[in-house]
């Protein structure tokens, strides 16, 4: 079975935002997503996705990465 990656990370690295930062815009604790940059996360609301699209001016498809069984990442 796959699973769903998240790349949140890569994207606020590529642009040289700070978890403070996209906290204090994004309107979500630190701890919220911390979990979520670490991939410690089982769901994730749609308003809070799109605020990070916002924000990072990315698509969710940069954020989300499926990954076959058989593939590692």
């Not at 990370?9 to 919220?32: C, Q």
């Not at 990070?52 to 593939?71: A, F, H, R, S, W």
């Amino acid at each position: 079975m796959g699973k769903i990656i998240l790349r949140l990370d890569r994207v606020m690295a590529d642009r040289k935002m700070s978890l403070k930062e996209l906290s204090e815009k994004v309107g979500v604790s630190n701890v919220n997503l911390s979990k979520m940059k670490t991939g410690k996360i089982s769901a994730i609301r749609f308003s809070t996705l799109e605020a990070i699209c916002e924000v990072l001016n990315c698509q969710p498809g940069d954020i989300l990465e499926y990954v076959k069984g058989d593939e590692k990442s």
